[in-house]
Every structure is written in structure tokens, then in C-alpha cells.
């Protein structure tokens, strides 16, 4: 069974978590801190995302979710969150998993948390990485 997209502030914590575990999968340690430019990018991923329409509630136009919504709380929320992001990383921007997850956890639960597979958290963190472009990227 697919789960409801739930409140706003699921729909920004699942998103947030989803792709954060994407870009580790693709080896990303960091990207950076410029908030228009992950703003663009996002935004960019955003619309042609199979499943966009599963999280209603997120804004990712002119008034754009990612930087201070989805990346700056994502420490602070609470409960049973298997990743996060640290605007305030040593290098940039920083995904990293929470706890005791390995990432072949994550991979597996990010289809039950959230009703979006994992190849679909895969290719967002692909077209979010690729609109950053490589001098925006780290890898790790």
C-alpha cells in the first residue's frame, strides 16, 4: 500500500530525506551553499519529476521550498528520519544519514516512508545534481 502524502511538513521531510539518500547514492559529499543555485536547480529537477504530484504541498517556483524548507529544517525534524542535510557543512551543503543507517538501508526504507521508489529518489538526485553542474558538485 502506497502511503498519503500526509501533512506539509511530511511532504518536506520525505523530500528532503529522499533526496539527500539520492545524492549519497550518486557520491556526493556536498554541493553548494548558494541558495539561488540550488533554488534553480531544484526547481529545474522539480517539474518534469514522475512523482512530483505526490507532494502537493511543495513549492518549487518563485517561491521555492528547498534552501530554508526542505535542506534548513531538515536537521531539526524530528521522529524516525533516516536522512538529513547540514547547511552548515565544512565543505557546502552536506547530505549525510542519520543514526545507525547504512545506505543500503536507506535505499530500502525511502520506498515505504515516503510511496516514491527508489529509482524514482535516484533519478531526482541525478537531475538536481546535473542542473548544479560539476564545479557546484562534491564527491566524495
Known amino acids: 500500500m502506497t502511503p498519503e502524502p500526509g501533512t506539509r511538513v511530511n511532504q518536506l521531510t520525505n523530500l528532503g530525506q529522499g533526496l539527500a539518500v539520492g545524492c549519497l547514492a550518486l557520491g556526493v559529499t556536498a554541493i553548494t551553499r548558494t541558495k539561488m543555485t540550488i533554488e534553480f536547480a531544484f526547481g529545474h529537477a522539480w517539474r518534469p519529476w514522475l512523482y512530483s504530484r505526490r507532494f502537493p504541498q511543495v513549492r518549487a517556483d518563485r517561491r521555492n521550498d528547498i534552501y530554508f524548507e526542505i535542506i534548513g529544517r531538515s536537521e531539526r525534524r524530528q521522529g524516525a528520519t533516516i536522512a538529513a542535510w547540514d547547511l552548515h557543512g565544512e565543505v557546502g551543503v552536506?547530505?549525510?544519514?542519520?543514526?545507525?543507517?547504512?545506505?543500503?538501508?536507506?535505499?530500502?526504507l525511502m520506498p515505504t516512508y515516503t510511496g516514491v521508489?527508489?529509482?524514482g529518489w535516484l533519478d531526482l538526485a541525478e537531475r538536481f545534481v546535473g542542473d548544479l553542474g560539476d564545479d557546484q558538485v562534491v564527491r566524495g
Open 94 to 108: 552536506e547530505p549525510y544519514l542519520k543514526g545507525a543507517w547504512t545506505l543500503d538501508d536507506a535505499q530500502d
Open 117 to 119: 521508489p527508489w529509482s
